[in-house]
């Protein structure tokens, strides 16, 4: 039904940049809200930034405010994540995930019903 396939990831230098994408498939994905999380190693996989389906509306986790910019194209079925000012607290396997029941995506892991396969993001020296 849903696909999500995020890309992008690599390793950059503390202070650098970099830009995920997420490719989205499903015939109704452009409705549905979308939103990024992430999860180091041995953390739980925890919310980052979220955007909405007409893509006027997003969120970000305090931890990230100001450094990352979450975006839709006009066909709504690919969101990126533009990242700045990178700190290696950011490494971490990043994930996109979409939300078919609700508004928005859910902080809550739990609630949203569908997630890409994770793309790596190392941050070091």
């Known amino acids: 039904q849903v696909q999500l396939v995020e890309s992008g990831g690599g390793l950059v230098q503390p202070g650098g940049s970099l830009k995920l994408s997420c490719a989205a498939s499903?015939?109704?994905?452009?409705?549905?809200?979308m939103g990024w999380f992430r999860q180091a190693p041995g953390n739980e996989r925890e919310f980052v930034a979220t955007?909405?389906?007409?893509?006027?509306?997003?969120d970000y986790a305090d931890s990230v405010k100001g450094r990352f910019t979450v975006s839709r194209d006009n066909a709504k079925t690919t969101m990126y994540l533009q990242m700045n000012s990178l700190k290696p607290e950011d490494t971490a396997v990043y994930y996109c995930?979409?939300?078919?029941?609700?508004?928005?995506?859910?902080?809550?892991?739990?609630?949203?019903?569908?997630w890409g396969q994770g793309t790596q993001v190392t941050v070091s020296s």
């Open positions: 499903g015939r109704t994905i452009s409705q549905y809200p």
């Open positions: 955007i909405n389906w007409s893509g006027d509306s997003t």
């Open positions: 995930a979409a939300r078919s029941a609700g508004a928005s995506i859910s902080r809550l892991v739990r609630l949203n019903n569908y």
